[in-house]
């Protein structure tokens, strides 16, 4: 394996928060919208989701979202006919937006931002013994 220099540890580190960062905010919006019925265009809101992709062209290198993808997966069915959004049979079309894997996902991103926080202040101690050492 071939070391990549045109990514550091401080880039790899910095672009691993920001793409977690952007996933975090699709999760966030996607918890926001677990109950919205109607996103506008009459259909309930559709989950979105945060695909990541390496920026290096080798097997070291940061990350970035790649784009942000719409989940068409169907949408569950709740019956309750007082609801304004409810079909004949009353059953009324939710979000597909299940929150304890939002939650999950959340979680996941949350510690892979503190990850790449730790990295920065690790390297960043490093350069400062580095520094006491050479004076």
Do not use: C, H, W
């Amino acid at each position: 394996m071939e070391v990549n220099n045109s990514f550091g540890p401080i880039d790899i580190a910095i672009s691993g928060m920001r793409a977690q960062g952007k996933n975090m905010e699709v999760i966030s919006s996607n918890v926001a919208n677990a109950r919205t019925t109607n996103a506008g265009n009459g259909q309930p809101y559709r989950r979105l989701e945060a695909m990541l992709k390496t920026n290096g062209e080798e097997d070291i290198g940061g990350d970035d979202i790649d784009e942000i993808t719409t989940d068409m997966s169907d949408f569950p069915m709740i019956l309750d006919p007082g609801n304004p959004a409810a079909d004949a049979q009353g059953y009324v079309k939710m979000p597909n937006v299940n929150l304890p894997i939002e939650m999950i996902n959340l979680s996941i991103a949350t510690r892979s931002y503190q990850a790449n926080a730790a990295t920065l202040k690790r390297y960043q101690q490093m350069v400062e013994t580095t520094l006491e050492l050479l004076r």
